[in-house]
């Protein structure tokens, strides 16, 4: 059984950072794509962040670029997604997710695995 959990979500004031952290069992780490998403209350999930398993990143979108970057420990098996500049707009929950099927990296159907998220709260 696959079991994706985040954590280091949290809440801080606008212009601070927070790293989130993912671990998976049930998979080989090594070998699988990687991608973050979140969602804000009556907003749809919006990728965020992806990385094959050989580090390959995907281009972030606008609303994250020069902001989030992901990166991956394949030896410690963890994902991570380092946020710095932190907006309001950011506040969501953050889901980690694996499994990819196929198709776009950042979009959500295209992932099997994921996370009960983890929330971040950003204050202005």
């Known amino acids: 059984q696959v079991q994706v959990v985040e954590t280091g979500g949290g809440t801080v004031q606008a212009g601070g950072s927070l790293t989130l952290s993912c671990q998976v069992s049930g998979l080989e780490f090594e070998t699988r794509r990687f991608a973050w998403f979140r969602q804000a209350p009556g907003k749809e999930r919006e990728g965020v962040a992806c990385i094959g398993w050989d580090s390959t990143i995907t281009p972030y979108p606008e609303s994250v670029q020069g902001r989030f970057t992901v990166s991956r420990d394949n030896a410690e098996k963890v994902l991570y997604l380092q946020m710095n500049n932190l907006k309001p707009e950011d506040t969501a929950k953050y889901y980690c997710?694996?499994?990819?099927?196929?198709?776009?990296?950042?979009?959500?159907?295209?992932?099997?695995?994921w996370g009960p998220g983890t929330q971040v709260t950003i204050s202005s």
């Open positions: 997710v694996t499994g990819w099927s196929g198709g776009e990296f950042l979009s959500p159907e295209n992932y099997d695995y």
